[in-house]
């Protein structure tokens, strides 16, 4: 469902991605676990369509970035800490804006709408611009936009960031609900007890590589770890 | 490109815009109410002063022998001796100065000692930084000219001469233009300029807004991971700072054109009158359009470069000093709207909104600022569109210049390539046609005709191709229709002069066209320079070569690349019919472009259009030699005839292409090429 196939990326002479292949399948979530600077947002960004690989591909539900980003966004829910919500909007509008340019019918919109206003608990505050919200109520509103279209696969970079334990734990409860609905969920985080909990697999990387990858339980014995953090710690004081 | 999509974004950030509550107080709510404020300040403050200081009574001092009838006749106007020194001290200048600084006095009158009696000197030191010692000084200066004039009649009179003999001239000044007139002169020079820069200053803001402004909330990246493409983001944001910035001029020409109008008539006790019509606001909206434009696009492109708010003001500031100087070359002693001045950016917006204001704003002109202010403002869309591109600099990347500047152009002809070459060939078709016009007589004529033709249109198209490396049958459509195109092109040839005879009919209705065609006929017609052979040649063929290569060539190639066929026919149209220069003519070219392009669109041929081009300009220069003719070819069962031939040409070249498209290589609309570096 997303398939990264040797992507790579170089700015000048620093080279971000380093021939990273990995693939997340239907009703799965995959951990991209690694430090600040390994590349991980670069690789997300290009899995989104928002960057050019220098060299390889990247496919979400088929559709490759290179050849029809525009459908790859279409099938795609995005979620970042640099994806930020209008502060002069209501959760309302954003999600209205960004169903109109998903080529959503207004109908449609609406009923959706107010099905993930319900489902992500946000009527106390739909109709309050978002510049007047707390993060957590900000985090609800943003996971809806990318929601919102029902992508097959959603890409989702560390979404529980500055989030309180009750906001993070709704969170990782609809990630899972997502899961059971057969999306294909790729999840950056580097709160790895996160990643203990959700994933199915993880993606250890380091430097713009892919330093291992598989399940949680088989990362860990691969490392000669007891935690999924022993095993990351391990791994990187292998490279470094 | 989706205009649906264009509108959504446009919408949303207008929505965003107006909601941010400071910005709408700095773009709008404040002019509307600082300047009628500040000019009613102005002119309360102003002729109060003038009328304290008529009434004041002014401190003289006199130092040195002073005639004494001087004397008498300054303080018979209002006016008291504070101090009189028979001798002029040795530091005259800088003890007068201190006495006016202290206001011990207005003016100080000095005459030298040992002056001759014939001709005394009497000078006046007064300050000019001093608004009451200023206008003090003038009015002595005024009453010692009147008592020399009186001194010298006397002397007259006392030589058995009568007194007028003194004034051997009597000169006296008048002006020819009523108070209106001086009034909207006045105002001409300054609103242009005020409006320009509130202009920019509506632009700056909204642009930092939405472009820096939405980089640092975060917000940039959400948009871009919805499934948009760059050029409609740029669009959408183009069109909101567009709208804000109109709105502002709006409001910021009716506040100030109310202000200065209240302040000249209370400055001017009613002789200098001043009134805005809903004409002259119409024309001055329309004025501004252009230079809308062309600001909204540069500060959008420039605002997109910047990570942050406050870089992006660092970026724009420099630009916003660039439309300041623009705009005071307007307001510079003799400058004014010329042919070569028409050409120049900003400027010529503020020099043809003078004119307009001062009602001798010329159609051919206007029309020139317009066209060449449309081709700028494509410049800046096109840089904008450019910048937008640039992945770099959407996700803040380090040198976001480098990139977009560095990068190849690739991708052949695109529908921005064609925009660009229409911008770029309204420079050199303008600055080109100067000089030659210049140095071209009328006998010469037809050697203006072919140089023009071949250098302004067919040599660049060629090398436009060239330099994209797109093959020339290609980019110019060299290729034969099929069949079924081939007598389409014989039936739009042999009938498709009757579409400019119906607009020509059309546009008889109006003076301004029957002059422009006397012109021509003059100039093109049996009295003029060229025989029919050399018209037909120059007139007929060439610009059916030359003109079909550049406007059914590239610059149809080009749009048609968009996949609109709309887009590609009308496009093309407009910028054939921009060349034409004349407003009339425009319309008319635009018209038959319509037509020249949707056969050569259809047909993927460049050869429908040219005969059909060959054949309507060579009949015209037919009809202007043999008069009998052209009351035939008036004729509206001609006439119909002839639309009728051409609509079923029109209808065999329909789809009569040989390729499947026109140009082979993929759209540059296909999605996600626009990220390519």
């Known amino acids: 469902m997303i398939e990264a196939q040797g992507l790579t990326k170089r700015y000048g002479e620093v080279e971000a991605a380093r021939s990273v292949s990995f693939t997340v399948n239907r009703g799965e979530v995959v951990g991209i676990l690694g430090p600040n600077g390994a590349g991980k947002t670069t690789i997300l960004r290009m899995l989104a369509g928002i960057l050019t690989p220098t060299e390889g591909e990247a496919r979400v539900a088929g559709n490759s970035a290179s050849v029809d980003a525009m459908a790859l966004k279409r099938s795609l829910g995005f979620l970042s800490g640099d994806t930020a919500l209008y502060q002069r909007l209501t959760p309302r509008e954003v999600l209205r804006y960004f169903g109109r340019l998903n080529g959503i019918d207004e109908a449609s919109l609406a009923r959706r709408i107010e099905e993930l206003v319900d489902a992500f608990q946000m009527r106390d505050f739909a109709n309050r611009q978002c510049g007047k919200l707390s993060a957590g109520q900000k985090q609800r509103a943003n996971v809806a936009r990318a929601f919102l279209h029902d992508p097959p696969a959603l890409i989702l970079d560390e979404p529980t960031n500055a989030l309180d334990v009750v906001s993070g734990r709704f969170l990782l409860d609809a990630i899972r609900k997502e899961r059971q609905r057969g999306k294909a969920i790729l999840f950056s985080t580097h709160v790895l007890g996160d990643a203990e909990v959700l994933c199915d697999r993880v993606l250890l990387l380091h430097k713009g590589q892919v330093l291992d990858e598989g399940a949680v339980k088989d990362v860990v014995a691969r490392a000669h770890a007891q935690t999924l953090t022993e095993a990351f710690l391990n791994r990187i004081g292998d490279e470094a | ?677």
């Not at chain 2, 206001?103 to 009696?117: E, N, W």
């Not at chain 2, 001194?151 to 058995?160: D, F, I, Y």
């Not at chain 2, 203006?448 to 980019?475: K, Q, T, Y």
Request: aromatic content about 6%; proline content about 6%; some cysteine.
């Open chain 2, 1 to 677: 490109m989706r205009p649906l999509i264009v509108w959504h974004i446009f919408r949303k950030d207008l929505l965003e815009t107006l909601r941010d509550r400071r910005a709408l107080f700095t773009s709008l709510v404040l002019p509307l109410v600082i300047y009628p404020l500040l000019f009613t300040v102005m002119a309360r403050v102003t002729s109060s002063k003038r009328e304290e200081v008529a009434g004041m009574t002014a401190r003289i001092a006199a130092w040195g022998p002073v005639p004494e009838r001087a004397m008498k006749a300054v303080l018979a106007e209002k006016a008291t001796l504070v101090e009189s020194l028979p001798t002029v001290p040795a530091d005259a200048m800088e003890r007068a100065r201190r006495a006016v600084a202290d206001k011990v006095v207005h003016v100080v009158l000095v005459t030298p000692d040992g002056s001759a009696a014939s001709s005394v000197p009497v000078t006046v030191y007064a300050d000019s930084t001093q608004f009451e010692s200023d206008a003090i000084q003038e009015r002595v200066l005024k009453v010692l000219r009147k008592a020399g004039v009186a001194l010298l009649e006397e002397r007259m009179v006392a030589l058995g001469q009568p007194a007028i003999s003194a004034r051997p001239l009597a000169v006296e000044g008048f002006d020819l233009a009523d108070s209106a007139r001086r009034a909207a002169s006045l105002v001409g020079a300054l609103l242009p300029y005020m409006v320009l820069l509130l202009l920019a200053t509506a632009a700056f803001y909204s642009a930092i807004d939405l472009t820096a402004g939405e980089k640092e909330r975060g917000t940039l990246q959400t948009l871009l991971t919805a499934p948009v493409q760059p050029l409609e983001v740029v669009s959408g944001k183009y069109l909101t700072v567009l709208a804000m910035t109109l709105v502002a001029a709006l409001a910021n020409i009716g506040s100030l054109g109310l202000a200065i109008g209240r302040m000249l008539s209370g400055a001017g006790g009613g002789e200098a009158s001043f009134h805005m019509g809903p004409r002259v606001v119409i024309a001055l909206f329309l004025t501004l359009l252009p230079a809308a434009l062309l600001l909204s696009a540069l500060f959008v492109a420039v605002g997109v470069m910047a990570r942050t708010y406050k870089e992006g003001q660092s970026y724009l500031m420099p630009l916003l000093f660039l439309v300041i100087f623009a705009a005071v070359g307007s307001i510079l002693p003799g400058a004014e709207l010329t042919p070569a001045m028409a050409l120049v950016p900003l400027t010529n917006v503020t020099l043809l909104m003078h004119d307009v204001l001062a009602g001798h704003a010329t159609l051919t002109l206007a029309t020139m600022v317009i066209i060449s202010s449309f081709a700028y403002a494509a410049m800046g869309v096109l840089l904008a569109a450019r910048v937008f591109e640039t992945e770099q600099v959407l996700l803040s990347g380090e040198k976001p210049w480098k990139d977009v500047f560095a990068r190849k152009a690739k991708g052949g002809l695109t529908p921005g390539s064609a925009l660009f070459f229409v911008a770029v060939l309204v420079v050199v078709a303008f600055y080109g046609s100067i000089p030659l016009l210049r140095a071209i007589t009328r006998e010469q004529i037809g050697r203006a005709i072919a140089i023009s033709e071949v250098g302004f249109f067919l040599v660049p198209a060629v090398l436009w191709a060239l330099a994209l490396r797109v093959p020339l049958s290609d980019a110019l459509q060299l290729r034969l229709p099929s069949r079924r195109g081939l007598l389409g092109t014989v039936l739009l040839g042999a009938g498709g002069w009757a579409v400019g005879m119906v607009v020509m009919s059309f546009l008889s209705r109006f003076e301004g066209a029957r002059e422009y065609s006397r012109q021509l006929g003059d100039l093109l017609g049996k009295h003029g320079p060229l025989s029919l052979g050399e018209s037909v040649l120059l007139v007929g063929l060439l610009p059916a070569v030359c003109e079909e290569a550049c406007f059914r060539g590239v610059v149809l190639v080009g749009l048609g690349r968009t996949g609109s066929r709309w887009l590609a026919v009308v496009g093309s149209a407009l910028a054939f019919g921009l060349f034409h220069f004349n407003p009339y003519h425009i319309v008319l070219a635009t018209v038959l472009g319509l037509v020249l392009g949707y056969a050569a669109y259809e047909s993927r041929s460049l050869l429908p259009g040219v005969l059909m081009h060959f054949v309507n300009n060579s009949l015209h220069m037919v009809l202007a030699r043999v008069p009998s003719l052209e009351a035939r070819f008036e004729s509206p069962v001609v006439i119909g005839l002839g639309l009728v031939v051409t609509a079923a040409g029109l209808w065999l070249l329909r789809g009569s292409a040989v390729r499947p498209g026109p140009d082979p290589s993929p759209s540059v609309t296909r999605p996600g090429a626009v990220l390519h570096p």
